[in-house]
T-cell receptor, first 117, second 114 residues
């Protein structure tokens, strides 16, 4: 158990629908990252939050949004789902302490597998 | 954006063999990380490297931070069936500071034949 909790583990839905993926970071970690992993693809960075504020944005579609709440858990909202959105979505967390390289290592959750039919 | 190159995409080895994986970048990195992803699971950190030339071991795994700071390699010795998985390298560019975004390679899928 990495300490990063993601729910749900599996999700099957239809095109056009909206889903919310949830992530609880490791205790003490202030930063949450979201990644998408499609079949035969690497880890595509979507977005990062640090202590409730958006810190960095990657290749996140406009149909997707995220937020980090005061208790530091994060949610990734995926709307108007398309077949191509089927993927594993990973959350990762880190302490993100400036000047401490070791604190910036990412710890990943087990992922949420989204299937869009 | 930054890119890390890992090749080949897949490797097939015999149980007991050693295997080496390389990761290269066109830019200088100040942190190199190696992760392993088992099927259906999230990536797990294997080794972290923070200094050029650093050589670090974790059991049968050994990784090195290239002296040019543009590459890193991971060696697995005496492979066993549970070494099967996807191996990702990740790096953090030096010019953007400690909070810069971690960049991942596309990963190498390792298969181990009994």
């Amino acid at each position: 158990d990495s300490g990063v909790t993601q729910t749900p583990k599996h999700l099957i839905t239809a095109t056009g629908q909206r889903v919310t993926l949830r992530c609880s970071p490791r205790s003490g970690d202030l930063s949450v990252y979201w990644y998408q992993q499609s079949l035969d693809q690497g880890l595509q960075f979507l977005i990062q939050y640090y202590n409730g504020e958006e810190r960095a944005k990657g290749n996140i579609l406009e149909r997707f949004s995220a937020q980090q709440f005061p208790d530091l858990h994060s949610e990734l909202n995926l709307s108007s789902l398309e077949l191509g959105d089927s993927a594993l979505y990973f959350c990762a967390s880190s302490v993100e302490r400036t000047g401490d390289s070791g604190a910036n290592v990412l710890t990943f959750g087990a992922g949420s597998r989204l299937t869009v039919l | 954006g930054q890119q890390l190159n890992q090749s080949p995409q897949s490797m097939f080895i015999q149980e007991g063999e050693d295997v080496s994986m390389n990761c290269t970048s066109s830019s200088i990195f100040n942190t190199w990380l190696w992760y392993k992803q088992d099927p259906g699971e999230g990536p797990v950190l294997l080794i972290a490297l923070y200094k050029a030339g650093e050589l670090t071991s974790n059991g049968r795994l050994t990784a090195q931070f290239g002296i040019t700071r543009k590459d890193s390699f991971l060696n697995i010795s005496a492979s066993i069936p549970s070494d099967v998985g996807i191996y990702f390298c990740a790096g953090r560019p030096s010019f953007t500071g400690a909070n810069s975004k971690l960049t991942f390679g596309k990963g190498i899928t390792l298969s181990v034949r009994p």
